[in-house]
């Protein structure tokens, strides 16, 4: 089984400001993808980014970039230009790519993101 | 194209009552996955639809149960409710098993 670990809990910047968001994953799988979540207090799950773990080039979505370290099992989330629309809980969740499994996503426990104006 | 609709959004019942959630997934879409998030335990997979066959389920007792339509839409039901049953329940579909998975809103189950 795999594990999906975000170790801030919370996190506090100004608006403007660059923030990373971290996220460390074990897995004995070799094929699989990982994926930032975003979820603002209307509850709705939107997907920011995603990455497969083939692909060496980090994956960039506008302000959204990710430094995927596969050796490290790190996935870690930038914003850039951080705005008050970014507050929410982000989840980094992880998923098999090939083969059988009973695990759909898993996810980390989240990061509360806070902008402050 | 509309997005993944899940109905109802509230819903509160009582312990030992039984309870079904509707899913209808984005267009196209032939998977759909559902999850369970508490304060908690977080998000948790509970099962995966695709094709009207379960194809994954995860460490849930057979309380919950689910199926697919021929037209994609999922049902999720839960028997005999349980006071930890209480969640938002999350529905996402994907074209494939190995997708991109798209949230719906969800349904906010209390248990009285």
């Known amino acids: 089984a795999q594990t999906v670990t975000q170790s801030q809990p919370e996190m506090s910047v100004q608006e403007a400001e660059t923030v990373t968001l971290s996220c460390t994953y074990d897995?004995?799988?070799?094929?699989?993808?990982l994926f930032w979540y975003k979820q603002p207090p209307s509850r709705q799950m939107i997907l920011v980014i995603r990455?497969?773990?083939?692909?060496?080039q980090n994956a960039t979505e506008n302000r959204f970039s990710v430094n995927f370290q596969k050796a490290a099992k790190s996935f870690s989330l930038k914003i850039s230009d951080s705005q008050l629309g970014d507050t929410a809980m982000y989840f980094c969740?992880?998923?098999?790519?090939?083969?059988?499994?009973?695990?759909?996503?898993?996810f980390g426990k989240g990061t509360h993101l806070i902008i402050q104006p | 194209k509309a997005g993944v609709t899940q109905t109802p959004r509230y819903l509160i019942k009582t312990r030992g009552q039984q309870v079904t959630l509707s899913c209808s997934p984005i267009?196209?879409?032939?998977?759909v996955s559902w999850y369970q998030q508490t304060p908690g335990q977080g998000l948790q997979f509970l099962f995966e639809?695709?094709?009207?066959?379960?194809?994954n389920k995860g460490n849930f007792p057979g309380r919950f149960s689910g199926r697919q339509f021929s037209n994609s839409r999922s049902e999720m039901n839960v028997s005999t409710l349980e006071l930890g049953d209480s969640a938002l329940y999350l529905c996402?579909?994907?074209?494939?098993?190995?997708?991109?998975?798209?949230f719906g809103p969800g349904t906010r189950l209390t248990v009285l």
């Open positions: 996402a579909s994907s074209s494939g098993l190995r997708d991109e998975q798209f």
């Open positions: 990455q497969e773990a083939y692909k060496q």
């Open positions: 267009s196209g879409h032939r998977s």
């Open positions: 897995t004995s799988e070799n094929n699989y993808y």
């Open positions: 639809y695709f094709s009207e066959t379960q194809r």
């Open positions: 969740a992880f998923m098999k790519g090939s083969g059988g499994g009973a695990d759909g996503l898993t």
